[in-house]
Protein backbone atom coordinates (compact mmCIF):
# COMPACT_ATOMS: atom_id res chain seq x y z
CA UNK A 1 0.00 0.00 0.00
CA UNK A 2 0.67 3.56 -0.59
CA UNK A 3 -0.38 5.16 2.46
CA UNK A 4 -1.98 8.08 2.77
CA UNK A 5 -1.63 10.27 0.03
CA UNK A 6 -2.41 13.98 0.35
CA UNK A 7 -2.29 16.58 -2.61
CA UNK A 8 -1.07 19.21 -3.27
CA UNK A 9 1.87 18.82 -1.50
CA UNK A 10 2.74 22.74 -1.65
CA UNK A 11 -0.25 25.04 -2.26
CA UNK A 12 0.44 28.65 -2.81
CA UNK A 13 -2.33 30.97 -3.12
CA UNK A 14 -4.05 34.58 -2.81
CA UNK A 15 -6.27 35.53 -0.06
CA UNK A 16 -9.79 35.00 -1.54
CA UNK A 17 -8.94 32.38 -3.68
CA UNK A 18 -10.68 28.74 -2.59
CA UNK A 19 -8.27 26.16 -1.79
CA UNK A 20 -8.68 22.32 -2.20
CA UNK A 21 -6.91 19.94 -0.24
CA UNK A 22 -7.48 15.96 -1.40
CA UNK A 23 -6.38 12.93 0.51
CA UNK A 24 -6.71 9.08 -0.35
CA UNK A 25 -6.68 7.24 3.19
CA UNK A 26 -5.30 3.45 2.85
CA UNK A 27 -7.84 1.31 1.84
CA UNK A 28 -9.86 -0.92 4.24
CA UNK A 29 -9.30 2.31 6.62
CA UNK A 30 -12.78 3.44 8.28
CA UNK A 31 -11.83 6.41 10.23
CA UNK A 32 -10.10 9.11 8.41
CA UNK A 33 -8.82 12.73 10.05
CA UNK A 34 -7.94 16.09 8.96
CA UNK A 35 -5.24 18.35 11.09
CA UNK A 36 -3.87 21.41 11.26
CA UNK A 37 -0.35 22.27 12.26
CA UNK A 38 1.03 25.69 13.03
CA UNK A 39 3.94 26.70 15.05
CA UNK A 40 1.80 28.77 17.58
CA UNK A 41 -1.50 25.67 17.94
CA UNK A 42 0.40 23.06 17.56
CA UNK A 43 -1.47 20.01 16.12
CA UNK A 44 -5.24 20.79 15.58
CA UNK A 45 -7.65 17.98 14.57
CA UNK A 46 -10.22 19.91 12.49
CA UNK A 47 -12.89 16.77 11.87
CA UNK A 48 -12.69 13.45 11.38
CA UNK A 49 -14.92 10.64 9.79
CA UNK A 50 -15.67 7.03 10.23
CA UNK A 51 -17.14 5.06 7.86
CA UNK A 52 -17.40 8.14 5.28
CA UNK A 53 -19.62 9.82 8.33
CA UNK A 54 -18.17 12.90 9.99
CA UNK A 55 -18.49 12.59 13.25
CA UNK A 56 -16.98 15.81 15.00
CA UNK A 57 -16.53 19.02 13.52
CA UNK A 58 -16.09 21.14 16.57
CA UNK A 59 -12.32 21.67 15.59
CA UNK A 60 -13.08 23.19 12.20
CA UNK A 61 -12.35 27.09 12.79
CA UNK A 62 -15.37 28.63 11.14
CA UNK A 63 -17.60 28.27 8.36
CA UNK A 64 -15.16 28.90 5.54
CA UNK A 65 -13.90 25.45 6.20
CA UNK A 66 -15.63 22.57 4.88
CA UNK A 67 -15.03 18.47 4.72
CA UNK A 68 -16.30 15.67 2.71
CA UNK A 69 -15.67 12.49 2.23
CA UNK A 70 -18.07 10.70 -0.70
CA UNK A 71 -16.51 7.36 -0.45
CA UNK A 72 -14.34 5.23 1.38
CA UNK A 73 -11.28 6.42 -0.58
CA UNK A 74 -11.39 9.70 -0.58
CA UNK A 75 -11.67 12.99 1.25
CA UNK A 76 -11.52 16.92 1.12
CA UNK A 77 -10.72 19.92 2.76
CA UNK A 78 -12.02 23.03 1.72
CA UNK A 79 -11.20 26.21 2.35
CA UNK A 80 -13.38 29.31 1.05
CA UNK A 81 -12.35 32.28 0.58
CA UNK A 82 -8.42 31.75 2.36
CA UNK A 83 -7.18 34.07 4.27
CA UNK A 84 -3.25 34.82 5.34
CA UNK A 85 -4.35 33.10 9.28
CA UNK A 86 -4.91 29.70 7.44
CA UNK A 87 -1.26 29.16 5.99
CA UNK A 88 -0.21 25.69 7.82
CA UNK A 89 0.61 22.68 7.52
CA UNK A 90 -2.75 20.50 6.92
CA UNK A 91 -2.41 16.85 7.77
CA UNK A 92 -4.65 13.79 6.75
CA UNK A 93 -4.91 10.41 9.15
CA UNK A 94 -6.45 6.90 8.36
CA UNK A 95 -6.79 4.13 11.02
CA UNK A 96 -9.08 1.14 11.55
CA UNK A 97 -9.72 -0.39 14.54
CA UNK A 98 -7.22 -2.29 15.39
CA UNK A 99 -4.26 0.15 14.30
CA UNK A 100 -2.07 3.30 14.87
CA UNK A 101 -3.28 6.19 12.45
CA UNK A 102 -0.63 6.23 9.35
CA UNK A 103 -0.51 10.47 8.57
CA UNK A 104 0.08 11.73 5.10
CA UNK A 105 3.13 13.62 3.78
CA UNK A 106 0.89 17.09 4.24
CA UNK A 107 0.10 19.96 2.34
CA UNK A 108 1.88 23.11 3.37
CA UNK A 109 -0.47 26.24 2.57
CA UNK A 110 0.95 29.65 2.30
CA UNK A 111 -2.11 32.76 1.58
CA UNK A 112 -0.22 35.52 0.86
CA UNK B 1 -12.57 13.87 29.60
CA UNK B 2 -10.33 12.16 28.29
CA UNK B 3 -6.26 13.97 27.95
CA UNK B 4 -2.82 13.61 27.42
CA UNK B 5 -0.17 15.52 28.72
CA UNK B 6 3.56 15.94 27.63
CA UNK B 7 5.08 18.01 30.73
CA UNK B 8 8.36 19.46 28.85
CA UNK B 9 8.38 21.28 25.64
CA UNK B 10 11.61 20.78 24.87
CA UNK B 11 14.47 17.74 26.34
CA UNK B 12 17.63 18.21 26.21
CA UNK B 13 20.35 14.71 25.93
CA UNK B 14 24.05 14.43 25.25
CA UNK B 15 24.51 12.02 22.25
CA UNK B 16 25.04 8.65 23.87
CA UNK B 17 23.12 9.44 27.19
CA UNK B 18 19.75 7.55 28.26
CA UNK B 19 16.59 9.52 26.98
CA UNK B 20 13.35 9.91 28.20
CA UNK B 21 9.99 12.25 27.04
CA UNK B 22 7.02 11.51 29.31
CA UNK B 23 3.30 10.95 28.94
CA UNK B 24 0.42 10.58 30.80
CA UNK B 25 -2.91 10.35 30.20
CA UNK B 26 -6.75 10.26 31.17
CA UNK B 27 -9.03 7.93 29.98
CA UNK B 28 -12.43 6.87 30.96
CA UNK B 29 -11.74 3.02 30.17
CA UNK B 30 -8.85 0.90 28.64
CA UNK B 31 -6.27 3.21 26.92
CA UNK B 32 -4.56 2.14 23.36
CA UNK B 33 -1.06 4.39 23.41
CA UNK B 34 1.01 5.24 20.63
CA UNK B 35 4.08 7.68 20.20
CA UNK B 36 4.77 9.21 16.96
CA UNK B 37 8.21 11.11 15.63
CA UNK B 38 8.00 14.08 13.18
CA UNK B 39 11.18 15.19 11.40
CA UNK B 40 11.87 18.43 10.29
CA UNK B 41 9.24 19.40 7.49
CA UNK B 42 7.95 15.78 7.48
CA UNK B 43 4.30 13.99 8.11
CA UNK B 44 4.16 11.90 11.35
CA UNK B 45 5.40 8.58 12.19
CA UNK B 46 4.58 5.69 14.30
CA UNK B 47 6.67 4.68 16.59
CA UNK B 48 5.05 2.30 18.81
CA UNK B 49 2.36 1.42 20.38
CA UNK B 50 0.58 -0.40 23.61
CA UNK B 51 -2.91 -2.34 22.83
CA UNK B 52 -2.28 -5.26 25.53
CA UNK B 53 -0.06 -7.57 27.21
CA UNK B 54 3.59 -6.66 27.93
CA UNK B 55 3.77 -3.66 29.79
CA UNK B 56 7.59 -3.05 27.92
CA UNK B 57 6.75 -1.96 24.35
CA UNK B 58 9.80 -2.19 21.79
CA UNK B 59 9.27 0.15 18.76
CA UNK B 60 11.19 1.57 15.88
CA UNK B 61 14.56 2.90 15.58
CA UNK B 62 15.86 1.64 19.04
CA UNK B 63 13.09 3.10 21.11
CA UNK B 64 10.82 1.90 23.57
CA UNK B 65 8.11 2.80 26.15
CA UNK B 66 6.54 1.56 28.99
CA UNK B 67 3.04 1.50 30.34
CA UNK B 68 2.45 1.86 33.95
CA UNK B 69 -1.55 1.69 34.64
CA UNK B 70 -1.12 2.91 38.75
CA UNK B 71 0.48 5.96 37.31
CA UNK B 72 -1.42 6.48 34.12
CA UNK B 73 2.12 6.75 32.17
CA UNK B 74 3.72 5.70 28.91
CA UNK B 75 7.01 7.48 28.90
CA UNK B 76 9.38 6.74 26.21
CA UNK B 77 12.59 5.59 26.16
CA UNK B 78 16.19 4.96 24.56
CA UNK B 79 18.91 3.60 26.30
CA UNK B 80 21.27 5.55 24.22
CA UNK B 81 20.53 8.77 22.02
CA UNK B 82 21.68 10.02 18.80
CA UNK B 83 21.83 13.12 17.10
CA UNK B 84 19.70 12.11 14.46
CA UNK B 85 16.90 11.41 16.60
CA UNK B 86 16.20 14.70 17.34
CA UNK B 87 12.59 15.66 16.60
CA UNK B 88 9.63 16.28 17.66
CA UNK B 89 7.50 13.61 19.65
CA UNK B 90 4.14 13.21 19.84
CA UNK B 91 2.28 11.01 22.30
CA UNK B 92 -1.56 9.79 21.60
CA UNK B 93 -4.66 8.16 23.90
CA UNK B 94 -7.53 6.50 22.33
CA UNK B 95 -10.58 5.03 24.33
CA UNK B 96 -10.62 0.80 23.65
CA UNK B 97 -14.51 1.59 23.96
CA UNK B 98 -14.23 4.69 21.49
CA UNK B 99 -15.94 3.10 18.65
CA UNK B 100 -14.93 6.37 16.33
CA UNK B 101 -11.01 5.61 16.80
CA UNK B 102 -10.71 9.32 18.00
CA UNK B 103 -7.24 10.22 19.03
CA UNK B 104 -6.46 12.35 21.89
CA UNK B 105 -3.05 13.96 21.54
CA UNK B 106 -0.28 15.46 23.71
CA UNK B 107 1.05 19.06 22.35
CA UNK B 108 4.35 17.57 21.62
CA UNK B 109 8.09 17.71 23.41
CA UNK B 110 10.86 18.78 20.99
CA UNK B 111 13.78 16.25 21.85
CA UNK B 112 17.29 18.12 21.22
CA UNK B 113 20.48 15.80 21.12
CA UNK B 114 23.70 17.28 21.43
CA UNK B 115 27.00 15.84 19.86
Known amino acids: DAGVIQSPRHEVTEMGQEVTLRCKPISGHNSLFWYRQTMMRGLELLIY????????DSGMPEDRFSAKMPNASFSTLKIQPSEPRDSAVYFC??????????FGQGTRLTVV | AQSVAQPEDQVNVAEGNPLTVKCTYS??????LFWYVQYPNRGLQFLLKYITGDNLVKGSYGFEAEFNKSQTSFHLKKPSALVSDSALYFC?????????????WGAGTKLIIKP
Open chain 2, 92 to 104: AVRDFMDSNYQLI
Open chain 1, 49 to 56: FNNNVPID
Open chain 2, 27 to 32: VSGNPY
Open chain 1, 93 to 102: ASTRSDTEAF
